[in-house]
């Protein structure tokens, strides 16, 4: 029975294909072309590909992607078509081939077209600008986002409910957490143990987590797969009379209702220092540079510490080539679903100040434009020297773009508290031979001292 079906689809398909070929405005369904294609409606997950044929013909359509192989056709002899495709992947490319008679007379020229994205794609590879300080000298609560692949700034898409200076800041599981940090009342800086997160997906903030179990402002923070690591930094906003000593801070945003805290004291020393540059890879959350708590001098020095080990590593870390604090910072980690997967992961550091100062915020300050990278994991354990950043820079922002495969180097103070929204770009391609160059697009106001996170990592 199922072999009689099938026989009698064939016969069917064949005798409307043939009447169609016969009835074809005599015969050009062997020598119809294209006269024109175009795709349009692109959404998400659907577009509409049009095309011209030179006579009255049927129409075909060769459709490949990520989930689609398709061959759609129109029976009617007609010179224009058009077919919908729907249950298409979000922000993917597809290929298409019009023709006109057959599949194989009348082709037009292959082609592709991607859909667009969603929200979820477009937070997740965007690069989000949170707190810092402005140029009226006060905590910025606005927040900003930059898709790097559109090339476009969306300003002030929500506020801080509480803005605060030197937060701890870091993405975990596609929130933004806020943590700790100084409150401004005019001119006096109170300490903060708040915790606040934002959603960007529902635009959402969650302003009753649990608060730290102590104040704290110029640590170093990074996210595990449960987890967010705080290490360093000061209760107050002299670091002489406030540093915590091989003190870890953990938070668990998912046990309970507001989140748990665990805090507990490291096997082997850490940092006592402030504003270091820092984050997470293979495990560890990986630290260097900052000012010393007793004298705030500069230092150079690097350490790792692993969470599971509540330790620091074995190894002796290498050492920026110069000591500075408040430097701006970022880890590259490919992994396999990016553009560029095999690339080798790296610790970047930019800018910051050597001098001397145990107040915070800064009370002076001494630029740099030096850039260093270092390899991560089994690669050599050395910080090499890349181009200067165009200008020298207090506590600039850094992040990547996997897609675009570029580091992004965002505002800072070019002189003591004086912020700046320039924007300079290096291709990642050889971040040790490429210059640096300026964006097209500035960010939507200056600030120092703010943090750039990305979603995706």
Not at 423 to 432: E, I, K, M, T, W
Request: net charge neutral; glycine share 8%; proline share 5%.
């Amino acid at each position: 029975m199922k072999n009689h079906l099938f026989l009698l689809s064939i016969i069917i398909t064949s005798f409307i294909y043939n009447c169609s070929n016969s009835l074809s405005d005599g015969g050009k369904a062997n020598t119809a072309k294209i006269e024109w294609q175009v795709v349009s409606g692109i959404s998400t997950n659907s577009a509409i590909v049009s095309w011209k044929c030179s006579g009255k013909v049927p129409g075909f359509l060769v459709t490949t992607g990520p989930n689609y192989n398709n061959v759609d056709t129109s029976f009617l002899d007609n010179e224009v078509h058009a077919v919908a495709l729907s249950n298409l992947i979000t922000d993917s490319e597809y290929r298409y081939v019009p023709s006109c008679g057959t599949k194989e007379i009348g082709i037009g020229i292959p082609s592709t077209f991607k859909t667009l994205s969603d929200n979820a794609v477009i937070f997740r590879r965007s690069i989000w600008i949170i707190g810092g300080i402005g140029s009226d000298k006060n905590a910025v609560s606005e927040i900003d986002y930059f898709d790097p692949v559109e090339n476009i700034w969306h300003p002030a898409v929500t506020t801080v409910p509480t803005p605060r200076l030197n937060a701890q800041i870091v993405s975990f599981k596609n929130k933004i957490y806020v943590i700790g940090g100084m409150v401004k009342n005019g001119a006096v800086y109170t300490m903060s143990r708040l915790v606040e997160a934002y959603d960007p997906i529902t635009n959402t903030w969650n302003k009753n987590l649990s608060d730290m179990p102590s104040t704290l402002q110029g640590g170093v923070v990074g996210s595990f797969d449960e987890e967010i690591v705080i290490l360093g930094g000061t209760t107050t906003n002299d670091m002489t009379t406030g540093t915590i000593f091989n003190t870890i801070y953990k938070f668990y945003p998912n046990i309970g209702t507001t989140g748990t805290w665990v805090s507990l004291l490291s096997s082997t020393n850490i940092f006592p220092r402030i504003d270091m540059a820092g984050c997470t890879y293979n495990g560890s959350l990986v630290f260097t540079g900052g000012r010393f708590y007793s004298d705030g001098l500069a230092y150079a020095t690097t350490d790792a510490y692993a969470p599971s080990l509540n330790s620091t590593s074995g190894k002796i870390e290498a050492s920026i080539s110069l000591a500075r604090h408040g430097s701006g910072y970022a880890c590259y980690r490919p992994i396999s679903t990016d553009p560029y997967p095999t690339d080798t992961p790296t610790l970047f550091v930019a800018g910051g100040s050597t001098g001397t100062n145990i107040s915070q915020p800064v009370t002076a300050v001494t630029n740099s434009n030096r850039f260093e990278y270092s390899y991560l994991g089994n690669a050599s354990n050395a910080f090499v020297t890349g181009s200067n950043t165009p200008i020298a820079l207090y506590y600039p922002a850094m992040e990547i773009s996997y897609e675009k495969r570029k580091l992004y180097l965002l505002g800072g103070a070019s002189e003591f508290n004086l912020p700046i929204d320039q924007v300079y770009s290096l291709d990642l391609a050889n971040p040790g031979g490429n210059p640096w160059v300026p964006e097209t697009l500035n960010m939507p106001r200056s600030r120092f001292g703010h943090k750039a996170v990305i979603l995706s990592r």
